[in-house]
């Protein structure tokens, strides 16, 4: 099923989606501040995400824009993967473990903070078969590499697709683990049937003779709030816990839908009763129009050592990303300060050497970054108000 055809078509408004579109529409004027934003990231949603929006506001608030999105503040592009380190569309590699694949660049429903809406949201072209072929190719021969990671948008969108890719990498002798992400399991948790979870479950190989040899499949799942985790949902990931897949949970912090202890607490605790790992949770990244729905690094530090109080295996990573790679922040990070074009920015030296990511990224280093003394990467991060 092509889960685009049964997404909201926004074409085709009925009065249900009017009342779902502009949820956070005073009046007309507001209402046409919508349509502004509209054109530009437009709002999609799947039937039974409809359903959740309708009931809970930690849900609604993802996918629906309010006004404040007429706010372009921020940049289109935070956190470039690394575009130009390979010729074959859909293939990049920013780190020095792993590349990423993008075999289809659209999702069945938009978040409204995702830090890609310039890719996912502006119907960029999927991966043909032969760029995928072509693309696992050129991985064959990166011999430092042992990860995939399949991302998107949602790989899910065709499955045919991805199980293609799966088929050719699951071939490699450079390829341990792949990871699958995304968040159908939230927009569509029906989509995932008997078939597909036992399809997605062969590619978990391992070799008890030769250990060095063995593969899994992992899925990183995202979810933000408690009231996403309905027992239709819950099934979904059991389906696929069960038979033996890894789930790997990565959350956003946003602020006004979990940015409090409680929410967070609650979240990361029934994640980890229902046997998905719980992996990070990321700061919301400077993405335009997403301005209201991040909160300061500090307030994640706030909550995090409250975190850091429970059972460890409700402990998160958490983690920022300035355009040159991940930071991962403590209970007691001190972040350091400055104020450049008036806005409050956070400096950090990254864990990454400058020359690595030239060398693998194939690009010089991003904007606000620089090459320390010692040969890594410093960088700047836009902070968040609160
Ligand atoms: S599921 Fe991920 S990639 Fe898709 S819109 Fe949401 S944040 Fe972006």
């Not at 990049?92 to 890609?116: G, Q």
């Not at 996403?228 to 789930?247: D, N």
């Amino acid at each position: 099923m092509n889960y685009l055809e049964n997404a909201f078509d926004e074409k085709i408004m009925t009065e249900l989606d009017r009342k779902v579109f502009y949820h956070y529409a005073k009046n007309e004027t507001e209402e046409a501040i919508i349509d502004e934003i509209r054109k530009n990231y437009p709002i999609r949603i799947t039937p039974y995400l409809e359903k959740l929006i309708l009931k809970y506001e930690g849900v609604r608030k993802q996918f629906i824009p309010t006004t404040e999105e007429a706010d372009t503040h921020g940049s289109a592009t935070p956190f470039e993967e690394g575009k130009k380190a390979s010729k074959n569309y859909g293939l990049e590699r920013l780190y020095k473990d792993r590349v990423l694949i993008t075999p289809h660049f659209d999702c069945p429903a938009y978040c409204r903070f995702c830090y890609k809406k310039s890719r996912v949201m502006k119907n960029k072209r999927s991966m043909t078969y032969e760029e995928i072929d072509n693309a696992v190719e050129e991985v064959s021969k990166m011999h430092d590499i042992r990860g995939a990671l399949i991302t998107g948008g949602d790989p899910f969108m065709d499955k045919n697709k991805l199980f293609y890719l799966l088929d050719l990498l699951i071939k490699l002798d450079n390829i341990a683990e792949i990871r699958v992400g995304t968040r159908m399991l939230l927009n569509s948790p029906h989509f995932f049937t008997d078939e597909i979870c036992n399809r997605l479950a062969s590619y978990i190989r391992p070799n008890f003779k030769d250990p060095k040899k063995s593969k899994y499949l992992a899925i990183n799942v995202h979810f933000n709030h408690p009231d996403e985790l309905q027992p239709e949902v819950l099934q979904a990931c059991h389906k696929l816990s069960s038979r033996g897949i890894t789930l790997r949970d990565q959350t956003v912090l946003l602020k006004g839908i979990n940015d409090d202890i409680e929410t967070m607490t609650t979240l990361f605790q029934l994640l980890l009763r229902n046997n998905i790992i719980v992996y990070y949770m990321n700061h919301c990244m400077p993405v335009e129009s997403s301005d209201h729905l991040r909160t300061s690094v500090q307030k994640g530090i706030d909550i995090y050592k409250h975190l850091c109080t429970q059972s460890s295996c409700s402990i998160p990573n958490y983690v920022y990303a300035p355009s040159g790679g991940k930071v991962h922040v403590g209970p007691d990070t001190e972040l350091e300060y400055e104020n450049i074009n008036g806005l409050k920015q956070i400096k950090v030296k990254l864990l990454y050497r400058a020359e690595d990511f030239r060398n693998i990224a194939k690009k010089d280093l991003p904007p606000m970054h620089r090459e320390t003394y010692d040969g890594y990467i410093e960088g700047y991060y836009i902070d968040g108000k609160d």
